[in-house]
């Protein structure tokens, strides 16, 4: 079993920055794309980043030039990196990882999110 715990969110005015951590661990053989998405109540799940295992990202048009995610192979661990925060931007924000086990099985796994509040 897998299991993605992230952190770093809460509350912060606009303009401000926050940066989220998601942790991989269990039966870990390998990750591939690791990536966060956001949520808020009657909306459906939007993805906000994802990068490759080779480090090639990509964004959503609302986060561009605002966000950016990293990743620490080593660590099994990824980044997000937001500033010049916007109301807009409150949500929960979930981490999403590809993991191929120590069985050799491909999987996809969620974190539980971690609420993020912009206030204006």
């Known amino acids: 079993q897998v299991q993605l715990l992230e952190s770093g969110g809460g509350l912060v005015q606009a303009g401000g920055s926050l940066r989220l951590s998601c942790v991989a661990s269990?039966?870990?053989?390998?990750?591939?794309?690791m990536a966060w998405f956001r949520q808020t109540p009657g909306k459906q799940r939007e993805m906000v980043a994802t990068?490759?295992?080779?480090?090639?990202?990509n964004y959503a048009d609302s986060v561009k030039g605002r966000f950016a995610i990293s990743r620490d192979n080593a660590k099994n661990t990824a980044f997000l990196q937001m500033n010049s925060l916007k109301p807009e931007d409150t949500a929960v924000y979930y981490c999403?990882?590809?993991?191929?086990?120590?069985?050799?099985?491909?999987?996809?796994?969620w974190g539980q999110g971690t609420q993020v509040t912009v206030s204006s």
């Open positions: 990068i490759t295992k080779a480090g090639s990202t």
């Open positions: 999403h990882a590809v993991v191929k086990s120590t069985e050799r099985r491909l999987n996809d796994y």
């Open positions: 269990g039966s870990i053989f390998s990750i591939n794309a």
